[in-house]
T-cell receptor
Framework: TQLLEQSPQFLSIQEGENLTVYCNSSSVFSSLQWYRQEPGEGPVLLVTVVTGGEVKKLKRLTFQFGDARKDSSLHITAAQPGDTGLYLCAGVNTNAGKSTFGDGTTLTVKP | ETGVTQSPTHLIKTRGQQVTLRCSSQSGHNTVSWYQQALGQGPQFIFQYYREEENGRGNFPPRFSGLQFPNYSSELNVNALELDDSALYLC???????????FGSGTRLTVV
């Protein structure tokens, strides 16, 4: 069974601070995706990383895929209240037609 | 382009009943996946359909079944409902297997 562990589970910070959340697994994935989910809504795709060691930037968000394609991190610079939400990572095994989600990191950014 | 649409948005069923949830995938997307999300947890993969064929399945019993139609819309059927089936059911479509998913807003199922 492929498992993804996300840490920390909860994070509460002040506006302007930086933060990093982690997504770790013992399994290798074809790709890894990060999503943000708000209450009452479905997850919204932020990024897909495919190559080991890959780094992608999306404005203040930086995503990194581990060299062995087993883990990933999301770094947010100068967090804003609008960044508040549940951040989910999902490991994709394309051949098996399966995606495995972690339980997410709930981020609260206080003004 | 339209996104992923799920219906109904909310549903209350009695234990032992059967339920059908529906999903219209985003235009141009041939892959649909279904997930169950319990409160405080991440989505759990139920199964994936690719061009009308089941392409992968998670650890859910056979009473969870699905269909994908020629227009790539999809249904999730759950028989013999149990109290633990109460959850948010999410449908997600993608242009091909392995690509990023576009999620619908989900169907909130309550089993009493």
């Amino acid at each position: 069974t492929q498992l993804l562990e996300q840490s920390p589970q909860f994070l509460s910070i002040q506006e302007g601070e930086n933060l990093t959340v982690y997504c770790n697994s013992s399994s290798v994935f074809s790709s890894l995706q990060w999503y943000r989910q708000e209450p009452g809504e479905g997850p919204v795709l932020l990024v897909t990383v495919v190559t080991g060691g890959e780094v992608k930037k999306l404005k203040r968000l930086t995503f990194q895929f581990g060299d062995a394609r087993k883990d990933s991190s999301l770094h947010i610079t100068a967090a804003q209240p609008g960044d508040t939400g549940l951040y989910l990572c999902a490991g994709v095994n394309t051949n098996a037609g399966k995606s495995t989600f972690g339980d997410g990191t709930t981020l609260t950014v206080k003004p | 382009e339209t996104g992923v649409t799920q219906s109904p948005t909310h549903l209350i069923k009695t234990r032992g009943q059967q339920v059908t949830l529906r999903c219209s995938s985003q235009s141009g997307h041939n892959t649909v996946s279904w997930y169950q999300q319990a409160l405080g947890q991440g989505p759990q993969f139920i199964f994936q359909y690719y061009r009308e064929e089941e392409n992968g399945r998670g650890n859910f019993p056979p009473r969870f079944s699905g269909l994908q139609f020629p227009n790539y819309s999809s249904e999730l059927n759950v028989n013999a409902l149990e109290l633990d089936d109460s959850a948010l059911y999410l449908c997600a479509s993608s242009p091909d297997r392995g690509h990023g998913y576009t999620f619908g807003s989900g169907t909130r199922l309550t089993v009493v």
